[in-house]
């Protein structure tokens, strides 16, 4: 299992090492978008509003709008120094108290702790004196950048931390529109509802809850598959912009032109052969007369 956080939750003097690692997983089909005319995927690309340009990694800052239109920066080097800073701290629990006072509106996210090495005696007591006391325990953590409140517990005899909103995260409940303010039903109506209740009420069995719409979809995408009802999308046009592709069709044409010249060279030689062979023989010159010299 993937290790994701490491650090140490302490309370009191005791000290545990541990590890997070993620309790659940998405199993969302992830579906892509296509363009209908080809059937090939979209790119979303990150453009500068004001220079209308594509917008490399390197280039990109963050920072914080506080009014519209108006940002402060904030550097890339001070939010890892921040980060560092708290991710660094040991995770103190700060309270203990009864599961049942959460509202379950509170919860997030779930993450099972493993303990760290040396920190195998200090994980059973915490998850020991958990059990015994039925309690759960409250403590910060930084996660991916974010502090967070989380719930110590003990789930099939394993501490899990559960990371919990803080309660201005939480929306009131008040501002929900249309909720009626009083109960305007009738006894009967009530007593028909509770029967009704106690006739479905039944212990919870995680396993007999599935997700009925992914299976659906998962069986839909495999008929079409089997049914060859798939499509492929076309060719992307090349491009000879960048200078890998520019020195690629160089090297190609040069070698294109090998043989070529191999060709010219011997025909040329075979020519040259074939003249010397036709040329008429030059006559010879007749020899001067040989003069005698007067005594």
């Given at each position: 299992?993937?290790?994701?956080?490491?650090?140490?939750?302490?309370f009191g003097l005791v000290n545990i090492p541990i590890k997070l690692h993620t309790a659940?997983?998405?199993?969302?089909?992830?579906?892509?978008?296509?363009?209908?005319?080809?059937?090939?995927?979209?790119?979303?690309?990150?453009?500068?509003?004001?220079?209308?340009?594509?917008?490399?990694?390197?280039?990109?800052?963050?920072?914080?709008?506080?009014?519209?239109?108006?940002?402060?920066?904030?550097?890339?080097?001070?939010?890892?120094?921040?980060?560092?800073?708290?991710?660094?701290?040991?995770?103190?629990?700060?309270?203990?108290?009864?599961?049942?006072?959460?509202?379950?509106?509170?919860?997030?996210?779930?993450?099972?702790?493993?303990?760290?090495?040396?920190?195998?005696?200090?994980?059973?007591?915490?998850?020991?004196?958990?059990?015994?006391?039925?309690?759960?325990?409250?403590?910060?953590?930084?996660?991916?950048?974010?502090?967070?409140?989380?719930?110590?517990?003990?789930?099939?005899?394993?501490?899990?931390?559960?990371?919990?909103?803080?309660?201005?995260?939480?929306?009131?409940?008040g501002d929900v529109p249309n909720v009626p303010s009083d109960d305007k039903?009738?006894?009967?109506?009530?007593?028909?509802?509770?029967?009704?209740?106690?006739?479905?009420?039944?212990?919870?069995?995680?396993?007999?809850?599935?997700?009925?719409?992914?299976?659906?979809?998962?069986?839909?995408?495999?008929?079409?598959?089997?049914?060859?009802?798939?499509?492929?999308?076309?060719?992307?046009?090349?491009?000879?912009?960048?200078?890998?592709?520019?020195?690629?069709?160089?090297?190609?044409?040069?070698?294109?032109?090998?043989?070529?010249?191999?060709?010219?060279?011997?025909?040329?030689?075979?020519?040259?052969?074939?003249?010397?062979?036709?040329?008429?023989?030059?006559?010879?010159?007749?020899?001067?007369?040989?003069?005698?010299?007067?005594?």
């Amino acid at each position: 299992m993937h290790t994701m956080w490491k650090g140490s939750i302490s309370f009191g003097l005791v000290n545990i090492p541990i590890k997070l690692h993620t309790a659940t997983e998405d199993k969302d089909i992830k579906l892509r978008t296509l363009h209908n005319k080809c059937h090939a995927p979209i790119k979303y690309e990150k453009i500068c509003t004001a220079c209308e340009e594509e917008v490399k990694p390197e280039d990109i800052i963050k920072a914080y709008e506080y009014t519209k239109g108006k940002f402060v920066v904030l550097d890339q080097e001070e939010l890892e120094n921040l980060r560092k800073e708290n991710e660094d701290k040991a995770v103190e629990i700060i309270d203990f108290v009864k599961i049942e006072e959460i509202d379950p509106i509170y919860f997030n996210r779930s993450y099972y702790m493993s303990p760290n090495e040396g920190g195998s005696k200090a994980y059973s007591l915490l998850r020991k004196a958990l059990q015994e006391s039925q309690k759960v325990g409250l403590a910060k953590i930084i996660i991916r950048s974010k502090e967070q409140m989380a719930v110590i517990r003990v789930y099939e005899n394993t501490l899990v931390m559960e990371t919990i909103h803080f309660p201005d995260e939480v929306r009131s409940a008040g501002d929900v529109p249309n909720v009626p303010s009083d109960d305007k039903v009738t006894e009967k109506e009530l007593v028909t509802a509770i029967m009704l209740i106690d006739q479905l009420t039944t212990e919870f069995e995680p396993a007999k809850y599935t997700d009925e719409y992914r299976t659906a979809l998962l069986e839909l995408i495999e008929s079409k598959r089997t049914g060859q009802e798939t499509v492929t999308p076309a060719a992307a046009k090349e491009t000879t912009s960048n200078v890998t592709d520019l020195m690629a069709a160089l090297q190609a044409s040069i070698d294109r032109t090998k043989p070529s010249k191999e060709t010219a060279v011997k025909k040329g030689t075979a020519g040259k052969k074939e003249t010397i062979a036709k040329k008429p023989a030059a006559p010879r010159k007749k020899a001067a007369p040989k003069v005698k010299k007067e005594a």
